[in-house]
C-alpha cells in the first residue's frame, strides 16, 4: 500500500521533501481516484466582505461539507479502501469519539466490512449515536489515552481488524491531502494555503498535494495557543509530546505524530498561533458572512489569517475549512438550542 | 417591462393560469439571462438523514449563499435591470430593513444607480449597516407601515426614484422564479417544490418557472401559524389583510399581495402552515444535518415537509431555503454571540 518514496517522489518534488515511510504525492493522486466513488466534491466559497476584512483573495474549501461532516472521510475512505480484501474482511478498529471515529465508521460501511470504535466514558452521547448510525461496533473504555490504546489492541487480537490511526497512517495522510488537490483543481494555484493542525494529518496530506500540485505555493496551519505542539516542536526542533491541550477546539487536541513532524519540517510548513478567543470570533464571521455552519478547529484559519493579515496581504489564499460537526447544544441559545 | 398576458403565455401553459397585470413563464426566462452575469448560482444540497427523516427525497436549494445572502437580490436585480436608461438614472426606492432592502441597494450598486431605503426608527443596526454597506441611502421614519409609504412616496416624488415593491412587482416575481428555474435545470424534473411564503413573492415566481419547466409538479407554501394570511385568504377565496402577525419568521410577516392573491389561485398553490415551534427545531435540524446558516423563515419549508411527511412519502421534493441573515446574536450563545 505504501510504496517506498524513491518509486513516488514525482519529478518536480525535490527528494529532500522525501520523508521515510511517508505517502508522498503520486499516492495523494491514487488517494483521489479511490475515494471518488464515496466522498463529496466539496464546494468553494468567496465573500467579499471577508476578502475585504483580510485584505486577501479568500478561497474556502467546505470539508463542513464533505460525508461524515468533515475532511476525515477522505482518509478513513482512503485506508478502508487501501485495504488487500483478505485483510478488509477483518474490518477496522479505531479509538476517537470525534470526527475521525464517524469518518471510519462511515467509510467500513461504505465497503461493507465492520467498523470498532474504541471510545471514552462520557464521550458527548450525540456523537457516539452519529457512530452507531453509521454501523460501527462501540466498545467503551476508560477515558485515558492508554485504555483507549489498550482497548484498540485488545479489538486487533479479537478480530483482526486494522488499525486505521486517525494522523500517522499514511493512506489516512494522503486521503487528507485530497481536498488540498481538489482545492487546486477548483480554483487553479493560488499563493499560499493555510489549514488547521492537530495530529497533523491535514497539513500534511495537504503540503504533499502543493509540493505535486504548485511548489511554489506556501503552506501555513492554524493552531490553537492552548494545544501549541506543533508550533513547540518546530521552534525546538524535535517533537514535543508532554503539553496538555487547553482549547475549545476539540478536534486540534492530539499531540504531532512523528512522521507529521518530519513532513512538516520537509515540507517547510509553518505554523501560525491563534487564541480561542480569536477563533471563537472567526468561527461567528463564517457564519455569518458565509453562511456555513463550522465547528470551532475550522475557524482557526480564518482567525490565523485576521491575525496575521500583514502577511498575507493581496495574496490568494486557500483556507480548509475543515468540519461542521459543531456542537450545536453549547452554540446555540434559548429556542433553537432546547427544541 | 411587463408583456400582456396573452403574448407571453407558453404553449404548456393553460391559459387559465395567466393572470392580468401579472408576470409569465417568459419573463422568468428573461429574468434568468437578464441577472446571469450579477446574480450567484447556489448549490443545491441533499442529506441522506434528512431523507430518512422525512421519508422523501430531498434537494435544497440553497438561497442562503446568494448575493447579500438571500433570494430577494433575484427579484430586485431583475427590476433594476428591467429599468429604461433613462428611468434608472432616477435611482431605486424601497421600504424594507430585512433582506429585500439590502438586496435592492446592493442590486442598484451593480447598475451604479442611486437606492433609497425607507427604514423604520428603531430596526436592527446590523441590518442597516450591511444596507449601507452595500452604498443606499437609508430613510428613517416612524415604525408604521402608512409611515413607511409616506416616506418612500416623498422620496419618489423628490428623486423621481422608481419604486421597487418586495412582492407585487411584477419584475421582482419573475425575478423570485429564477430559483425555482435553476433548481430545476440544476436537478431535473421533481414531485414537488416548497417555498416560504410572506407577501408572495417567491411562490409566485416559483409556480411560474414550475408552471413553465415541470407543469405536472406540485406548488406548496410554508406559513407561519402566526401570520397564515395566505392560507386564510385561501380557504375564504378572498384576499385577507386585517391579521397581526406573530412569528419568529422576519422575513414573513408581510401580507400577501393582491397579485400574488390571483397567482397562486391560478396555479393551485396549497398553504400548508407550521409553528413557530417546529421552525426553530427545523432550523436547528438544517444546521446540524446540512452545515448551512439559514434564517427561521427559511426554516418553515423542512418543518412543514416534516409536519406533513405522509403527505410527500417517497416524493422528490425541492425546497427553497430562502436566505442566511439569521440574528446571530440572538441565536447564538456565550462566547460565540459575545466575540
Known amino acids: 500500500m505504501i510504496p517506498t518514496p524513491s518509486s513516488?517522489?514525482?519529478?518536480?518534488?525535490?527528494?529532500?521533501?522525501?520523508?521515510?515511510?511517508?505517502?508522498?504525492?503520486?499516492?495523494?493522486?491514487?488517494?483521489?481516484?479511490?475515494?471518488?466513488?464515496?466522498?463529496?466534491?466539496?464546494?468553494?466559497?468567496?465573500?467579499?466582505?471577508?476578502?475585504?476584512?483580510?485584505?486577501?483573495?479568500?478561497?474556502?474549501?467546505?470539508?463542513?461539507?464533505?460525508?461524515?461532516?468533515?475532511?476525515?472521510?477522505?482518509?478513513?475512505c482512503n485506508a478502508v479502501w487501501s485495504l488487500p480484501e483478505a485483510e478488509?474482511?477483518?474490518?477496522?478498529?479505531?479509538?476517537?469519539?470525534?470526527?475521525?471515529?464517524?469518518?471510519?465508521?462511515?467509510?467500513?460501511?461504505?465497503?461493507g466490512i465492520a467498523a470498532h470504535v474504541v471510545v471514552p466514558?462520557?464521550?458527548?452521547?450525540?456523537?457516539?449515536?452519529?457512530?452507531?448510525?453509521?454501523?460501527?461496533?462501540?466498545h467503551v473504555c476508560a477515558p485515558t489515552m492508554a485504555a483507549r490504546e489498550a482497548m484498540a489492541a485488545q479489538v486487533q487480537a479479537d478480530t483482526g481488524a486494522r488499525l486505521v490511526h486517525p494522523f500517522t497512517d499514511p493512506a489516512v495522510i494522503a486521503g487528507q491531502g485530497t481536498a488540498a488537490l481538489e482545492l487546486l483543481r477548483q480554483v487553479g494555484e493560488?499563493?499560499?494555503?493555510?489549514?488547521?493542525?492537530?495530529?497533523?494529518?491535514l497539513v500534511c496530506g495537504s503540503a504533499l498535494a502543493v509540493a505535486g500540485t504548485a511548489p511554489s505555493m506556501r503552506v501555513f496551519a492554524a493552531e490553537p495557543e492552548g494545544a501549541a505542539d506543533a508550533f513547540e516542536s518546530l521552534r525546538r526542533g524535535e517533537r514535543v509530546t508532554g503539553l496538555v491541550p487547553?482549547?475549545?477546539?476539540?478536534?486540534?487536541?492530539?499531540?504531532?505524530?512523528?512522521?507529521?513532524?518530519e513532513l512538516l519540517r520537509a515540507h517547510h510548513v509553518e505554523?501560525?498561533?491563534?487564541?480561542?478567543?480569536?477563533?471563537?470570533?472567526?468561527?461567528?464571521?463564517?457564519?455569518?458572512?458565509?453562511k456555513v455552519v463550522i465547528e470551532p478547529s475550522s475557524a482557526t484559519v480564518l482567525a490565523a489569517l485576521l491575525r496575521y493579515r500583514e502577511?498575507?496581504?493581496?495574496?490568494?489564499?486557500?483556507?480548509?475549512?475543515?468540519?461542521?460537526?459543531?456542537?450545536?447544544?453549547?452554540?446555540?441559545?434559548?429556542?433553537?438550542?432546547?427544541?
Not at 456523537?127 to 460501527?136: E, F, S
Not at 459543531?326 to 433553537?336: E, I, K, M, T
Open 190 to 201: 493560488l499563493d499560499c494555503l493555510m489549514t488547521p493542525i492537530g495530529g497533523g494529518g
Open 311 to 339: 502577511r498575507f496581504a493581496g495574496r490568494r489564499v486557500g483556507l480548509i475549512l475543515s468540519g461542521g460537526n459543531a456542537d450545536l447544544d453549547n452554540l446555540l441559545s434559548g429556542a433553537a438550542a432546547r427544541v
Open 271 to 290: 505554523v501560525l498561533l491563534v487564541s480561542d478567543a480569536e477563533t471563537m470570533a472567526a468561527l461567528r464571521l463564517a457564519w455569518e458572512r458565509l
Open 246 to 261: 487547553d482549547t475549545v477546539c476539540d478536534g486540534l487536541r492530539g499531540t504531532i505524530g512523528p512522521i507529521n513532524f
Open 88 to 111: 478488509a474482511a477483518h474490518g477496522v478498529v479505531t479509538h476517537s469519539s470525534g470526527n475521525h471515529g464517524a469518518a471510519v465508521a462511515l467509510a467500513a460501511s461504505t465497503r
Open 121 to 138: 466514558e462520557g464521550a458527548v452521547q450525540s456523537k457516539l449515536a452519529a457512530i452507531r448510525a453509521y454501523g460501527a461496533t462501540l
Open 8 to 76: 513516488t517522489v514525482p519529478a518536480n518534488v525535490s527528494a529532500s521533501s522525501a520523508v521515510a515511510g511517508a505517502p508522498a504525492f503520486a499516492d495523494v493522486l491514487a488517494a483521489a481516484a479511490r475515494i471518488a466513488p464515496y466522498a463529496h466534491i466539496t464546494p468553494v466559497l468567496r465573500s467579499r466582505s471577508l476578502d475585504a476584512l483580510v485584505g486577501a483573495q479568500l478561497h474556502f474549501k467546505c470539508e463542513s461539507f464533505q460525508r461524515s461532516g468533515a475532511f476525515k472521510f477522505r482518509g478513513a
